[in-house]
DNA sequence: ATAGAAAATGAGAGCGCTCCCATTATTGTT
DNA sequence: AACAATAATGGGAGCGCTCTCATTTTCTAT
């Protein structure tokens, strides 16, 4: 039913293979007949076949966006869907489409390698891996281009992130200087870059100020805003003065826990988090946290993608991004 | 590089169409060439060519999901993400991927219509169209199955919904009950059916339980918190006792006002909110507000949108599904 | 004008599948 | 055992593009 290159050949009376070079704007055509051929194409709308395309190209103009489910709360927290947005947003801009896959734990593997063989994108972008997930192993083998959003330790994986250890540390140093005694953290998956990188941060702000690292001021969490709220609960009885919650979400549970045990913020207990999502600029107290350009990441990571796709270098790519503390009044700095 | 049906074909000892109906699981084949062939499949792992099924088929297996942004505030509502959720849940179950476009206003049109027409999806899930949105003209035009989540006033139009007005009476009509005599409302968007049918609601309720309708004490807002915030200043010097918020995300920027101005929740002013985002569960006070099942919802309309893709039948769906009304602390019933 | 170079166009094969139809192998029936 | 009926398999065309290479047209310089 729809068009084809031969039908639009046929209407403007010239071939197949030049209404193809119309099309993908090679320069060989006159400009008249480039013309006419244009007009035929605008007329009828016509677009081309991309299975088609694909099939004789090898390349789709698609990438895939892999996000393993189950990592963090995709319904809850702002950052995939800020993730998403970069990516998306780029791509419109290089004209590619996005392909997204939220896969469940128990088919991830399988679904994984389908994804990278069977032919339907050029590319992969994976978001919030684990340390030691064994599809990064399926990613290296396949030699499909990727890049995972989250720094990896091994050897020659692309991949983009923020420094977060150093932010860890900067944000911890904060409540440092600020003259906070007993100075806790509520950690995010520690089997997560993320958490365990944000947690030596942490550790490390307070080794150089020749601070004592109390295991009992260090409470685990999953990035989730409950594992927050129970974190802080059982934080509570070892009276910090001062949290570093290694994201946004979790500072709200926090938060709530410290509400509830009437203790004020942050004349009682002094909070940084982490991510600067959209609400934390209007909880109560405002919070202060370290902001990382989700979005803009996203489309960082998408760019990249998409140059490694074209230009057909692997040439291993390690970025990593600034981040930058926010200070509001949750912190007791103002 | 990758394999092909030929290679699985040579190495298993068959033909071509033998391994390809072994992949599709024609009955016509005989077991013990089954195993063989599978075997081989498994054992290299091979992944068939989807570009080149697609061409050969007409179909994809992929459908398309379009969000046209600027239209709800995707960064910070769950409401999106919760929908993707649901349907990429579905299409994984059907062995469907999604493709996912968040278009920008400027390129909407152009975009559509290249999505329509370039054969890379089997059909699409619109999400949250205008009222008057002229890309419902291309879907019909386009002959490619389609669903919009959100009812369309329009004739021969597909699509999945909640009784918003119900719903939106259902709420208002709760704090009917409890006795309030000013209740206010902030409404969403009046040129998204969303927005516009939980108005009819509110106004329906107070029509059916002979109050009046108060323009005063209507309050526009567009469904982002900081609209919703705004609304409520504007609301507070005309005393309502409560106020019909909705969306969630609205409710959370009033009850933000409201703490400001120091009155209190609900003593001062009841709240109802809709759409029963997780976050609504731990406010404080927590809130009173519709449930509607977005996940569900966003798996029930992929589903019907695959069932109209395999069946080929055109047939107008317009499917509505059930609300809930959640009652806790923030409407003063405890 | 005319040869030679350069620019523009057309024809054909091929990308990896499916699907129809022809062919061969396997049954069951008398 | 011989034949028809049926099951299993193979071969070929075709899906709508791209891309190389051959051919035709146009241009430039003599």
Sequence with gaps: ?????????????????????VINADL???????????????NFNFQPNLAAKRLATGRSNVIGVIIPAGV??????PYFPQLLQGISALCNTRDYSVMLWLTEPEYERRMISRILHNSLVDGVVVASILMDDPI??????????????????????????VDNLQAGRKATMHLVR???KRIATITGKKNQVAGYDRYLGYVKALQDSDMPVRPELVADGDFTEESGYNA????IMYRPDAVFIANDMMAYGA????????????????????DDIPASSKTVPPLTTVRQAIAPMGGKAADLLINMIES???????????????????????
């Design 136 to 161: 990064i192993q399926l990613l290296i083998e396949s030699k499909m281009p990727y890049i995972l959003i989250g720094r990896h330790p091994t050897e020659d994986v692309n991949y983009l992130d």
């Design 255 to 274: 938060m709530r826990a410290l509400r509830e045990a009437n203790l004020r913020i942050p004349e009682d207990v002094a909070i940084v988090g982490f």
């Design 178 to 180: 600020l003259g906070y």
């Design 312 to 334: 057909g270098t692997m040439t291993t790519q390690k970025v990593i991004m600034d981040t930058e503390l926010v200070v509001r009044e949750s912190c007791g700095a103002s």
């Design 232 to 235: 802080m609960q059982r934080l």
């Design 72 to 77: 963090s709360d995709l319904f809850t927290d």
């Design 28 to 42: 060989n055509v006159k400009e008249d007949t480039r013309r006419k051929v244009q007009e035929i194409i605008n």
């Design 1 to 21: 039913m729809p068009l084809t290159l031969e039908d639009i050949a046929r209407l403007s009376g010239v071939s197949r293979s030049t209404v193809s070079r």
